[in-house]
């Protein structure tokens, strides 16, 4: 660690006089200084190891990027330059290593917020960004995380999941996946919710695959994540935050607005969290029908309330008139979460039928059997006018 340390240090001081240099040369600065007679001796294993660490210490994500170059980790928790914590196969275990000092994990945090345009300080101590490998990051630092800087980055996996690797790890059955190809290509509006880390982005992923590839597609997301295949006319937009260049915010809010005078055949939000929730069911009440998106719910059911909240917090509408655009907006609603195994399933897949006494009414199609560990049908599709018209 000493060694480490002394190493870094002036391998540091000759790259601030050397100004720019690329990889190759950086490397090629670190394997003087471990050939030097300065380091005394050094096994052949460790040196190579101590090659590696010093340059990912300078160009890339420092102690983290032995896990973000692993394509088993699914998420990475740092709770303090200390304590690093890692998901893999659906479980959490402590990680042996850790940063070597605060100022250290400072440096990775900057250099994250920094290559995507944002600012994190004492002021905006919260902040979400992403790597270059589309992994999500989110950021909280001093004064709002009590035990020193909080960094959580979320790894999608390099190749899409597509839905036949789903049916494939268990998380949905075969019938229920041929169900979803039919709704989606006949053009069904389709919500899909789930706690935090269910999966939501990685099926909406596996689900658009099937959008026939001749349409226009458009992609609204806070951080930009989903991973569409093949489709050609396909046109992404990415929320920003002001900056302290004086940027100004571009909400979600306004990307749907003007998603809509861009000619679109589909919409597809990434993540719907607040007041954008209206212009989302505007949005898919105007024609825009085989529209996907995702939000945050502990089941179908819940969801329902969840979009009537998101609604209320940006345009004051009677709850009836809101019921009545859910209703119409949404055609099926897939639930995902976690079992009893850890491992992360289709648990519900339900029919928005309609509005009456008040109520949206479901009907449930599929449903995770507790007993028997599978997903089973229910009950039929009630809605068929789309089917029938394909």
Known sequence: MKLFRELRQTLMEQLEL?????????????????ISGNVGYIPLKNKVQLRQELFDSIRKLDVLQELIDNPEVTEIMVNGYQTIFVETAGQIKKWEKQFTSKEKLDDVIQQIAGRCNRVVNENKPIVDARLENGARVNVVISPAALNGPILTIRRFPDTPITMDKLIEFGSITKEAAQLLEELVTARYSIFIGGGTSAGKTTFLNALSNYIPKSERIITIEDNAELQIQGVLNLVRLEAKEANMEGNREITIRELIKTALRMRPNRIIIGEVRSEEAIDLLQAWNTGHDGSLGTAHANSSLDMISRLETMVLTGMTLPLEAIRRQIASGIDVMVHLGHTD????????????????NGEVTLNTLFEWDYQQKKLCPVNELENRQKLERC
């Not at 195994?341 to 009456?356: D, H, M, N, P, Q």
């Open 18 to 34: 050397a100004g720019e240099l690329t990889d190759e040369e950086i490397l090629e600065r670190i394997d003087d200084l471990l």
């Open 341 to 356: 195994s850890g491992k992360r399933r289709v648990l519900e897949i339900v029919e928005v039928t309609g509005f009456a």
